[in-house]
């Protein structure tokens, strides 16, 4: 997969509604030489996750869009391929926010490096990630799961539901899924080890998920809104706990949907049920990392908890993928594989 | 106002959408008598509260609903008039949820005996009461204000809002209340002492509260839902909290109101902005009556905070007092005088 210049993917237009190829652009240019204090970084998995799609929008929101004509924001993880920063040496594997890319310059601000003998180096941009971090705060500071309550994790096998799920097996409580393909959810049970799971396909979803619950939810761990947000509050317990964590039900919506209104609805169970709703982004929690990153390794190591990758290959099915992954096609975390990985293969389970 | 029958007020139908008298009838009774543990009250002052719309409602709420036929729920000062119970004695004035009648049995369960050195007896209901309590604890623990934060309450001049906005003074925040008629805003500013008090009646609430929070808002203290909690919600600042107490412009609802459906835009900005939303029934919290009861009595003794009641002569004008209260048409805490208050008047500032 070596090649002479830089392909990278920039932002072409702002998208209405679902994105189209035609929004993105390849743009080729001479793969970069590092000047003094900075290193070249070869793209070797890089990271596609739901909340790409918000920076794509020219709205408000806790981080500027990115701008028409720039690389598409994005993890990865690459090999220090030549370096001239005291701290990086060629060979290195790290971890940062370098983009759609096939190279990347850096002066090393904000890189870390990755430990390939902890577990395969793809991780890092998913279980051992950002994802990983955002599922076990989510669940644990914001839900505060105790033993034998009722946790529904929506995206139950994505990045993030996957992790909720089987924390908060381990911590005692009585798990169920919410998942799409009729594989992932039983993936989700028999692999993952949830109690049940129930496809938000199904014709009567709130139905099902009484059925799953007969003790009331105490957790809903939202990932996506809609009509499986809808069934999960009605369901609610009272002192129930709902960590915001994502929507992508709605990433693609232009503005309001049609009534009828369901804010009025959802207030009042609120109200009544004393839920605490709770938003949260990751980068607040990074003071968790250290707690994060040794309970999930040995957790890992230990076999309790697995997960699982859906690995695409090269630049150029970067966008495809990613179209995908908003349509809930991907099965894991969805990763590019742009390069060759030089720590060998690795996958999950 | 001695009268030879207890007149009662009962819930006659269930009212679709706002009530109407006919949804209430008058019963007369005889006038109770003790028996041995037991004890005749004579209400003095009834309260009115938003709340019990709800309990017109056969609907799974935090409590039962009131059954048809039966008298209408409500916390009442009384003065006991006869006492055959070993801890009340005849003349104590007593507060319990002894409803919308001009007598009443009790066993001594739930009631609570009012100091009329204090504070005047109805402020049992208000400021010293329920309603305070609410204020006091969703502001203080649910809000966690900061000084130099922007406060911002609906509701501003009710028993809540105008106990929040004062406290919230105290602790040193800009507070911006909302409000509907221009006396009542005016009242809040000149009286009260917030900040600047905004119309929901203007024509562009959003843009006026803009207006008024040049740096957003850090805690939006929420009664009434509707048009001011979508003009809030849009300023909400990083890290803000949502006490949710009440949502009365959504009371009389049926169903979920027409479109466009406002919840994915309000999940995304909890979201974004990473807020708290929390419902909250102040009975939760009633571990927190000590400390309540002890500041704000030192508050009030010290004219640091005042309030305002909106007095009613009369059960027979109860209904259409509480009517009013739906439509905002109240200045102040609602109550109804019932009968003749054996300790003198009192009124708020």
């Not at 914001?142 to 097996?169: D, F, M, N, R, Y």
Request: proline share 6%; hydrophobic share 40%.
């Amino acid at each position: 997969m070596s090649t002479s210049f830089n392909r990278r993917i920039t932002l072409a237009a702002r998208p209405q509604g679902a994105p189209k190829p035609s929004d993105f652009a390849a743009v080729d240019d001479a793969v970069p030489t590092p000047g003094d204090g900075e290193m070249r970084l070869r793209t070797v998995y890089l990271s596609l996750d739901p909340y790409m799609r918000g920076r794509m929008n020219d709205v408000r929101s806790y981080v500027p869009p990115v701008r028409l004509g720039d690389t598409m924001e994005g993890g990865a993880v690459s090999v220090v391929e030549e370096s001239r920063h005291p701290k990086f040496s060629a060979g290195d594997i790290v971890f940062g926010y370098t983009g759609w890319q096939q190279y990347a310059l850096s002066n090393g601000a904000g890189m870390r490096t990755v430990d390939p003998s902890i577990a395969p180096i793809s991780t890092a941009l998913g279980v051992l990630g950002m994802p990983g971090l955002t599922g076990y705060v989510g669940l644990l500071d914001l839900g505060q799961p105790k033993e034998g309550e009722t946790v529904v994790v929506s995206a139950a096998t994505g990045a993030v539901g996957s992790l909720v799920g089987q924390i908060a097996k381990l911590k005692g409580c009585r798990v169920v899924g919410v998942a799409g393909a009729e594989a992932k959810c039983r993936y989700a049970v028999d692999t993952l080890g949830l109690d049940v799971c129930v496809s938000h396909h199904d014709a009567d979803l709130a139905e099902a998920l009484k059925d799953a619950c007969p003790d009331g939810i105490d957790i809903y761990y939202e990932n996506v809104g809609g009509k499986v947000f809808d069934a999960a509050i009605g369901l609610m317990n009272v002192h129930g706990r709902i960590p915001v964590c994502g929507g992508i039900a709605h990433y693609n919506d232009t503005g309001s949907p049609p009534g009828p209104d369901r804010l009025a609805g959802a207030m009042r169970i609120i109200l009544t049920r004393r839920l605490t709703v709770r938003g949260f982004i990751i980068f607040d929690h990074h003071h968790r990392i250290p707690d994060f990153a040794r309970d999930v390794s040995e957790w890992l190591r230990d076999g309790r908890i697995g997960y699982r990758e859906d690995v695409v290959e090269g630049i150029d099915n970067a966008v495809e993928a990613f179209l995908g992954l908003l349509r809930g096609e991907n099965f894991g975390k969805l990763v590019v594989k742009v390069s060759e990985n030089p720590t060998g293969g690795g996958s999950g389970r």
